[in-house]
Nanobody, 121 residues
Framework: QVRLVESGGGLVQAGGSLRLSCAAS????????MGWYRQVPRKQRALVAS???????NYADSVKERFTISRDNAKNTVYLQMNSLKPEDTAVYYC???????????????WGQGTQVTVSS
């Protein structure tokens, strides 16, 4: 079964850092874009950062210069290094990947289960 598993969330003080990881597992034929989204209560899930298979990053304006996305294609893993964290970064962070699994008829988006990031002031 193809799935995404996130790790690395937690509680940190403002100005601190966290690193999130998201690993894809299962029988996967291909992986395209991978990225991170975040969601706070009563708001829609919003893009934080994404990266193409070729390594081109894309960031939300609110995290530019503070967050860095990277991926290890050999490990089917995407990372999000978050520095200079602010209380407004508090959210549940979700990993998303465009994958073609063995039971799929076409590539589709897969989501992780989410990991809580809390930044205290």
């Amino acid at each position: 079964q193809v799935r995404l598993v996130e790790s690395g969330g937690g509680l940190v003080q403002a100005g601190g850092s966290l690193r999130l990881s998201c690993a894809a597992s299962g029988r996967i034929f291909s992986i395209g874009d991978m990225g991170w989204y975040r969601q706070v209560p009563r708001k829609q899930r919003a893009l934080v950062a994404s990266m193409s298979n070729g390594g081109s990053p894309n960031y939300a304006d609110s995290v530019k210069e503070r967050f860095t996305i990277s991926r290890d294609n050999a490990k089917n893993t995407v990372y999000l290094q978050m520095n200079s964290l602010k209380p407004e970064d508090t959210a549940v962070y979700y990993c998303k990947a465009l994958m073609f699994g063995e039971t799929d008829i076409a590539p589709r988006d897969y989501w992780g289960q989410g990991t809580q990031v809390t930044v205290s002031s």
